[in-house]
């Protein structure tokens, strides 16, 4: 019986190798027909072939065509003798359906990249003879992607800051996600492995930005992002605080503290006291100088802080001086009264009169605010004004001049102010006095003068 299916099989190689009908029996796949799959992926090889009414299919082959030109058999389906799978592919391969001579499709569990190439859907009836359909099949594998971050130290050349890496069928495109200032290089290596390096010149700011490594390929929806912060050591910058200049004797629970900074932070602070120890009064824990007990002036000095990281030093200080007591707020402080640039006028004074009053000078006495209880001075009081003002005016050209300009000013007054002169507008316009609430003032050409 064996000896007779060999024959069979024989014989249908024979029609195959002399010649094969034409392909317009084939349901699926197309012709020219190409598809891509994953590796390690399951991957579907369609075959599906539509007989006449007189034929029937015997046997159903799948074949791989090697670079070389000749065949690899992958399984075979006869009507009558079940199926056999061949070589690398066994125990990898099975026919979709349970009837390959209806739908003789190919399943691939696992894929492997090995599997590229061009495959041959070999369907053998009885008696129209054979018939074939070639398909294409890529296989793509999924990035596998690397990120080597470098860490740099302020000061340090142009150079590579980090290194992204990724291999991939087709190979993958890389680029950088960051808004540092820098320059990318990419090379690209058999087998689909691609590299992309990032330089630049590391500085203090740089340190903790984004520098993302985009991956992109075609079979990703999206690229995929390798996060990364850029990290640049730098030495610390010190500095004490603290100490708010109103140290006193008898303060309790001060403390002054190093802030340091740098990267990576300090774990080493060292304190002193310049041309002193410090006192015995005081603790160090870390970066912070604590005073233990009440403040003595013996605690007054210079400070200084050292902190160090695997970088380098800094060094910091501060003079601290503690006063026999508490300073107030505001002591000593310089009060400054605000001055108006110009002497105020009397709004009965002429407009064509007021331009030749002379500048306001410090010199003067502050103008008294005018009030309501004002009054016309009494007679016996205004003797002595009388008397004051003529020693004004000996005094007015040595002073500035003041005087005598506010002579000519009242000349030009009303005959009615002349009256009230001393009054409403003295010569001595340091003692400057206001009418009562309910005086009219006169006014000429219907304008308030």
């Known amino acids: 019986m064996r000896s007779l299916l060999g024959k069979l099989h024989m014989c249908l190689f024979l029609l195959g190798a002399i010649g094969v009908s034409v392909d317009t029996e084939f349901v699926e796949p197309p012709p020219s027909f190409s598809l891509r799959s994953l590796a390690e992926g399951s991957t579907r090889l369609p075959c599906l072939f539509q007989v ?3 034929d029937q299919v015997v046997q ?17 389906a006869h009507r009558t003798e079940g199926h056999t799978e061949f070589g690398r592919f066994s125990g990898r391969v099975q026919f979709e359906s349970s009837d390959p001579m209806r739908n003789a499709a190919l399943i691939i569990r696992s894929t492997e990249v090995s599997d590229e190439g061009t495959f041959i859907c070999h369907i053998s009836t009885f008696p129209s ?7 294409f099949l890529s296989v793509w594998t999924t990035p596998i992607s690397s990120l080597d971050p470098v860490e740099m130290v302020e000061g340090q050349s142009y150079r590579v800051a980090a290194t992204c890496r990724s291999v991939a069928r087709p190979p993958p495109h890389l680029s950088w996600d960051t808004d540092l200032p820098g320059q990318s290089q990419n090379r690209s290596s058999e087998g689909g492995a691609v590299s992309t390096y990032f330089s630049l010149h590391p500085l203090r700011s740089m340190n903790g930005k984004r520098l993302d490594c985009l991956v992109w390929h075609s079979s990703l929806e999206k690229p995929r992002r390798i996060t990364n912060r850029l990290v640049v050591h730098f030495p610390p910058d010190a500095a004490v605080r603290g100490y708010d200049g109103n140290w006193f004797v008898g303060l309790e629970g001060v403390s002054l503290m190093c802030d340091s900074g740098g990267n990576p932070k300090p774990q080493t602070f060292t304190w002193s006291r310049r041309g002193q120890t410090l006192p015995d009064s005081v603790s160090v824990k870390n970066n912070t100088l604590q005073f233990e007990q009440p403040l003595a002036v013996t605690d007054s000095g210079i400070y200084e802080c050292v902190a160090q990281n695997s970088v380098g030093t800094s060094k910091a200080e501060v003079e601290i001086s503690v006063s026999e007591q508490e300073q107030k707020a505001g002591d000593g402080a310089d009060r400054k009264e605000d001055r108006p640039l110009h002497a105020p006028l009397h709004p009965s004074l002429p407009m064509s009169l007021r331009n030749h009053l002379p500048p306001y000078s410090p010199a003067h006495s502050p103008l008294p605010t005018y009030s309501p209880a004002h009054s016309p001075l009494p007679a016996d009081e205004e003797e002595r004004e009388t008397e004051q003002q003529r020693e004004t005016q000996k005094q007015a050209v040595e002073v500035d001049g003041y005087s005598e300009n506010s002579s000519q000013i009242s000349e030009g007054l009303s005959p009615t102010l002349q009256q009230a002169n001393g009054t409403l507008y003295p010569k001595n316009h340091s003692q400057l006095l206001l009418p009562p609430a309910n005086s009219i003032l006169p006014h000429h050409k219907g304008q308030i003068v």
């Not at 159903?60 to 075979?76: A, F």
């Not at 003879?129 to 398909?135: I, M």
């Open 52 to 54: 006449q009414d007189e």
């Open 60 to 76: 159903v082959t799948w074949n791989r065509e090697k670079p070389d030109g000749t065949k690899e058999p992958i399984i075979t």
């Open 129 to 135: 003879g054979n018939f074939e359909r070639q398909l």
